[in-house]
């Protein structure tokens, strides 16, 4: 494909055309999910390639050195575009820009304009002062609005604003829904609380008009984005009513929610997953570490004890309960046996996934500063011990479940085979069912045939 000339750019005038790349977590692509939303009012179309687009913004993460540096790189990668074609303005948002702010300025020449976690909504008056020749970064946090703030403003929710282009727009199957934004637990290792600001939850009328207007547009299932997203509280309505408000739904048929914290997992909530029919039974749980000397040094305010009491408890009354978890390993002053002590864990639990990650200093974090930090290589190695050891559980695991019935919401066809459809059961396990042929949004239920480590094929029940 070649770039389009400038005329060309000038006669589609009505139309512009957005490039956005977005790193990091659900959260970041939420905020980039609003931004086109806000972009559509515009007359921005997203395209898929940064050559040609009017606007190119990066929605950037922070939470450990490596998608920090893609960030830099990527912009690197634009320098040329960006000499070619001087008139193309490019945004920088998410957790590097918070972090950064000016300094991004400073470092990538080509960049137009910087924005933070609380600004994106800022966006089109934004543009409009880089129309004017404006150079700047804007990274303040909105004042809070005690007790309860929607910090999603009713034009970024598509279908509460009749009439507006995107209304009708469909909504993936899988849809995000942020109830909370920001941290207060300052984990030492964790850049969040910095990136994200202060813990902020939604009004839940406002969560609820937002998840009716996405089942509205075709959503089936709705994950529930929060940092510590089980310390939901506004409006007297703590987290387990949220779920039972969601559950009566006409049209929803699944709830997630990711990431709680141990602390505020409680038996109110485990109890939800067993008595509310939408809310799948799955749990991502993050330990970080098996060892209660390190979860003291990275101030997670609880013992392991009290994390594997809060699982037996849930196992107990959710049975066949799928359980994931973070790890992070080579933490500051992390011993073999405290390596061990989070094996151990690992070996007894059996979860279903896992997301294991090498201790990475943020240097605004008080991690980077603690003695003893651990070797390079030690974080590999121990790294790759935690991925064989989950890679055999999750093969067992999941050669437990052939013969079993399970609900498969299809999400659409298998990528390298058209005759196949592509789906998740209940507990958030891949399956593949061949010779499927129902729509994206389907749910098909299908008995498990085979089971490979990190996914699981399904013949379809009955005649579907
Ligand atoms: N280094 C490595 N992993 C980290 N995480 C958060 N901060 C860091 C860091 N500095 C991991 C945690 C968290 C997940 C989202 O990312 O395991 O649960
Ligand atoms: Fe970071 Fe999660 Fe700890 Fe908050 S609870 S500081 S988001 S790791």
């Not at 687009?53 to 998608?67: G, Q, V, Y």
């Not at 939850?201 to 089980?230: C, H, T, W, Y």
């Amino acid at each position: 494909m070649t770039e389009p000339t400038t005329r060309q750019r000038e006669s589609g005038s009505a139309h512009k055309r957005v490039f956005i790349q977005t790193f990091g977590c659900q959260m970041n692509e939420y905020d980039t999910a609003k931004m086109l939303e806000l972009l559509g009012r515009e007359r921005y179309t997203r395209v898929d390639r940064p050559e040609g687009a009017d606007l190119i913004l990066i929605n950037t993460c922070a939470i450990r050195e490596k998608p920090e540096h893609k960030v830099y790189s990527l912009l690197g990668r634009l320098e040329g575009l960006k000499r070619r074609h001087p008139e193309t303005v490019i945004g920088v948002a998410g957790c590097v820009a918070q972090q950064d702010g000016e300094k991004i300025l400073k470092r990538a020449r080509n960049v137009d304009f910087v924005f933070g976690t609380d600004n994106l909504f800022d966006l089109p008056e934004m543009l409009a002062r880089v129309a004017e020749g404006e150079r700047f970064a804007r990274t303040q946090w909105r004042p809070p609005k005690a007790p309860v703030e929607n910090f999603i403003p009713p034009e970024a929710i598509p279908g509460l604003t009749p009439g507006s282009a995107d209304a009708a727009a469909p909504a993936p199957v899988k849809a995000q829904l942020a109830i909370a934004k920001g941290c207060n637990n300052m984990c030492t290792f964790c850049v969040v609380p910095y990136t994200r600001g202060r813990e902020v939850s939604r009004e839940p009328d406002n969560i609820l008009q937002e998840a009716a207007a996405l089942v509205a547009r075709g959503a089936k299932e709705i994950m529930l984005l929060g940092q510590n997203v089980n310390s939901y509280r506004a409006q007297g309505v703590d987290f387990v009513e949220l779920l039972h408000r969601l559950n009566g739904l006409p049209g929803l048929e699944r709830i997630r929610y990711t990431s709680p914290h141990p602390k505020d997992f409680n038996e109110p909530l485990a109890r939800a997953h067993r008595d509310l029919p939408k809310l799948c039974e799955h749990l991502h749980l993050p330990f970080q570490s098996g060892s209660d000397r390190i979860l003291r040094a990275m101030r997670r305010n609880h013992t392991i004890a009290e994390y594997l009491e809060k699982l037996a408890v849930a196992r107990e009354l959710v049975p066949g309960l799928a359980l994931s978890t973070d790890i992070i390993v080579g933490f500051p002053g992390e011993t073999e046996a405290d390596f061990e002590a989070t094996l151990n864990v690992i070996r007894n639990v059996r979860f279903d996934h896992l997301y294991a990650f090498k201790f990475s200093p943020r240097s605004i974090t008080p991690a980077a500063e603690l003695p003893g930090q651990v070797p390079e290589a030690v974080k590999a190695e121990r790294l790759s011990r935690i991925l064989a050891l989950h890679q055999a559980n999750a093969q067992a695991a999941n050669d437990d479940m052939i013969g079993s019935r399970q609900e498969i919401l299809v999400e659409g066809a298998h990528p390298r085979d058209p005759n196949s459809r592509m789906g998740r059961t209940r507990g958030h396990k891949s399956t593949k069912i061949p010779g499927c042929a129902a729509e994206p949004g389907a749910l098909v239920t299908v008995e498990i045939v085979a089971a490979r480590k990190f996914s699981l094929v399904g013949k379809v029940q009955g005649d579907g």
